[in-house]
């Protein structure tokens, strides 16, 4: 297993990604600490761990509160007795989303508030923050670690209605990127994903929504290669495996001597393209057979 005897911090585990990662952590070998706003949905993941005979508990924390970030970890240490890994995987999106997706509103930028742009500053960019801070005093009592946080696409690339939201993922990129100066000398790795695709509709809906479990490919009717804007041309939707895949790679001894990347995650070629649309690009329409 690739994470035998270790022990996992997950933020925003209560759905989406965090809880698809907190399975597959737990499946192969560490205990986890699912950590939510939403105490039912941290419940719940905790729950689904261990009827699948991992081991895990529940922790509610809002991880734009730095005390409650911290107490999460000590909660975790006194549990578990350690920290290894703590994945800093909460996030938010601005107000008014992506309004091509899910069905999200459109919000002139002009108009966004200082609440706004502090609630999605707060969770994630100080949340990320917070989460690295409080992790360090037990990875460095515990010989080293592996910090991970979750980035974006859009981090990389511009889409439309979500430019606070992008500026707090970029920012995610540089924090690890110093991070990773900072903490190597105590033998602690720091590292980001950055999903493309295969993320789950949860992230643009309310809160108290049921959760998912699937990315939004999945959820959007039979797949068809031929017609997805992906480049690279499989016979399945991107998931939120397939994601949950590329964390566990970044946290385990896989990647042992990896610190300071944003590794783009599902991408399948997007984030390589220009923006110029060309004529292949265009799916050719079925014809009639006479």
Not at 82 to 92: C, E, F, H, R, T
Not at 260 to 281: H, I, K, N, Q, W
Request: net charge negative; aromatic share 6%.
């Amino acid at each position: 297993m690739k994470l035998q005897d270790k022990v996992a911090v997950i933020t925003g585990g209560g759905s989406g990604l965090g809880r698809q990662g907190a399975q597959l952590f737990a499946s192969e070998g560490a205990k986890v600490a699912v950590v939510d706003i939403d105490g039912d949905r941290a419940e719940q993941t905790a729950k689904l761990v261990e009827q699948q005979g991992g081991t895990a508990i529940a922790i509610t924390a809002d991880v734009s509160d730095e005390a409650a970030v911290y107490r999460s970890v000590e909660t975790t240490v006194e549990q578990f007795g350690k920290l290894d890994i703590m994945w800093a995987n909460a996030g938010v999106v601005s107000r008014g989303g992506v309004p091509s997706v899910a069905g999200g509103e459109h919000v002139e930028f002009q108009d966004l508030t200082d609440a706004d742009w502090q609630h999605v500053l707060g969770v994630n960019l100080s949340g990320v923050v917070y989460s690295c801070k409080a992790a360090v005093p037990a990875m460095r009592a515990n010989g080293g670690g592996t910090i991970l946080a979750t980035s974006s696409a859009a981090s990389f690339a511009a889409y439309h209605s979500i430019a606070m939201y992008s500026a707090t993922k970029a920012g995610v990129n540089g924090l690890v990127r110093g991070l990773s100066l900072d903490l190597g000398r105590y033998g602690i790795r720091v590292n980001a994903l950055a999903p493309t695709h295969g993320m789950s509709p949860n992230f643009l809906m309310g809160p108290g929504t049921p959760v998912i479990g699937q990315s939004y490919e999945e959820t959007a009717g039979p797949w068809d290669p031929g017609v997805s804007p992906i480049p690279l041309k499989l016979q399945r939707p991107p998931s939120l495996v397939d994601n949950a895949k590329v964390a566990l790679f970044l946290v385990s001894d896989d990647s042992a001597y990896i610190s300071g990347l944003t590794l783009p995650a599902t991408d399948g070629g997007t984030l390589s393209r220009v923006a110029m649309m060309f004529e292949e690009d265009t799916p050719t329409p079925t014809l009639p057979v006479d």
